[in-house]
């Protein structure tokens, strides 16, 4: 069978709209079922699988030596079959070998799930990325990110792209990987603030999305040494509480568009996405505190975080109390928080910042940053910091600033923690962490 439209190629997610034509997909080899009397070919691309009936002899001995994940082209007449994937088959198939696969794959690909531990799946990553479930994990990412956008481009946000080299650690801590800057030393970025702040003095209201470094030796199953971090900030805010509404409209953007593109992946992964309500219930520090030493017995007296243990309850709290996955705690000790955080004006012992912890587990950190230059100089002495190393971002506040605020939201524990997955690595694509530094 010769086909006249052979140097078209359909995916397979569009074989349903095919049914009764000519096709060409081209993929891997997925699986190969030998079986007595006919014999099946299952194909994947980038997309989805296809299943190929396989009934001449030749073919089925070729597949029958080939290496799963070979590469090929498969022609033939797409079908109709309920039982198929898609609801669509290809059958009197024309084979092409396009790239021979030397070895198998470690594991299988065509199970359900993988079967084997983390560091395998992570040593093997290129290959591990491939299985549909895992791929998912990525698409639901791809989807938050183009739902983040969306929600802040609609809001008059300017998306920015700001350094990773940087001269001075944005926190003023020691949490930096050091750099030869050309024979001068330099700094991985641990987050944009210094230069979103900048940005809210000319387009007042700006997002980035991009990589942060963080140089600490945890080993635990949420932290990560490098991650994407989803970064807003604006101005002319009336205080925290600003923030936190457009917080809020973010999250439920990055939903919209999660629900709207990937109804697929959810399902694959079997997630059910939250709601967003209209107005996340939120609690003050001190009274969180307060509530779960009443309610727990635990001695909370001069804490200044909350420990995971004090937020997986809250978040059972509001779950129960308010009905909702989210909430804000709110006014964070400012011995916790950066030089840069607004105090909060009837409690300066407490700042103008929160958390938003998402069923259980922090998951954004944000507030109102000071705006006056003045405030900042004694903001750094009062932590014995010198105002030298932030000279240049000191100078934006010279020069007027609005007040302002904004947010920082891990990409990889949003979505580790919408699947339900307890290892923020899986939702990474090539993590790295205190003993991973390939692949």
Do not use: C
């Given at each position: 069978m010769v086909l006249a439209h052979s140097e078209g190629r359909t995916r397979t997610t569009g074989l349903a709209r095919s049914a009764g034509q000519l096709v060409c997909v081209s993929g891997w080899l997925h699986r190969f079922r030998r079986l007595a009397r006919v014999s099946f070919l299952v194909i994947r691309d980038g997309y989805g699988t296809s299943q190929v009936v396989v009934e001449d002899p030749e073919q089925i001995e070729l597949l029958d030596r080939l290496n799963a994940e070979t590469v090929l082209r498969v022609c033939g007449l797409a079908v109709a079959n309920p039982q198929a994937p898609n609801g669509v088959e290809i059958q009197h198939p024309e084979i092409e070998v396009i790239t021979p696969a030397p070895e198998p794959p470690p594991f299988d690909l065509f199970r359900p799930a993988i079967p084997a531990q983390l560091p395998t799946l992570l040593d093997y990553a290129p290959v591990a990325l491939r299985h549909p479930r895992q791929r998912a994990l990525f698409r639901v990412q791809a989807a938050s990110l183009r739902g983040y956008r969306r929600t802040l481009d609609q809001l008059g946000f300017t998306e920015v792209c700001t350094p990773k080299i940087v001269a001075s650690a944005t926190e003023g801590g020691a949490n930096v990987f050091t750099i030869d800057y050309l024979g001068r030393p330099a700094y991985l970025a641990q987050s944009p603030q210094f230069y979103k702040q900048m940005m809210v003095g000319i387009f007042e209201r700006v997002y980035e999305t991009g990589p942060v470094f963080r140089a600490e030796p945890h080993d635990t199953a949420r932290h990560l040494n490098e991650y994407v971090s989803l970064d807003a900030e604006m101005g002319?805010?009336?205080?925290?509480?600003?923030?936190?509404?457009?917080?809020?409209?973010?999250?439920?953007?990055?939903?919209?568009?999660?629900?709207?593109?990937?109804?697929?992946?959810?399902?694959?992964?079997?997630?059910?996405?939250?709601?967003?309500?209209?107005?996340?219930?939120?609690?003050?520090?001190?009274?969180?505190?307060?509530?779960?030493?009443?309610?727990?017995?635990?001695?909370?007296?001069?804490?200044?975080?909350?420990?995971?243990?004090?937020?997986?309850?809250?978040?059972?709290?509001?779950?129960?109390?308010?009905?909702?996955?989210?909430?804000?705690?709110?006014?964070?000790?400012?011995?916790?928080?950066?030089?840069?955080?607004?105090?909060?004006?009837?409690?300066?012992?407490?700042?103008?910042s929160f958390d938003l912890i998402f069923r259980g587990l922090e998951l954004v950190t944000g507030g109102q940053r000071l705006h006056r230059y003045d405030d900042y100089l004694a903001a750094l002495a009062e932590r014995g910091l010198s105002p030298e190393p932030f000279e240049g971002y000191l100078a934006a506040f010279k020069y007027g600033m609005p007040p302002h605020g904004g947010f920082a939201l891990g990409l990889e524990r949003w979505v580790a923690r919408l699947a339900g997955i307890a290892n923020v690595r899986e939702t990474t694509l090539f993590p790295r962490d205190l003993h991973r530094l390939v692949p």
């Open positions: 002319f805010i009336e205080n925290h509480r600003t923030v936190m509404g457009a917080l809020r409209d973010v999250v439920a953007g990055m939903l919209a568009q999660i629900a709207q593109d990937e109804a697929g992946s959810l399902e694959l992964l079997g997630i059910e996405l939250p709601s967003v309500p209209a107005i996340i219930p939120s609690i003050h520090f001190s009274e969180a505190q307060a509530l779960i030493a009443r309610e727990t017995g635990e001695n909370l007296a001069g804490e200044l975080d909350l420990s995971p243990a004090n937020e997986r309850w809250l978040g059972d709290w509001a779950a129960r109390e308010h009905g909702s996955d989210f909430l804000f705690v709110t006014g964070y000790p400012m011995a916790k928080r950066p030089f840069y955080t607004h105090p909060d004006p009837e409690r300066p012992e407490y700042s103008n």
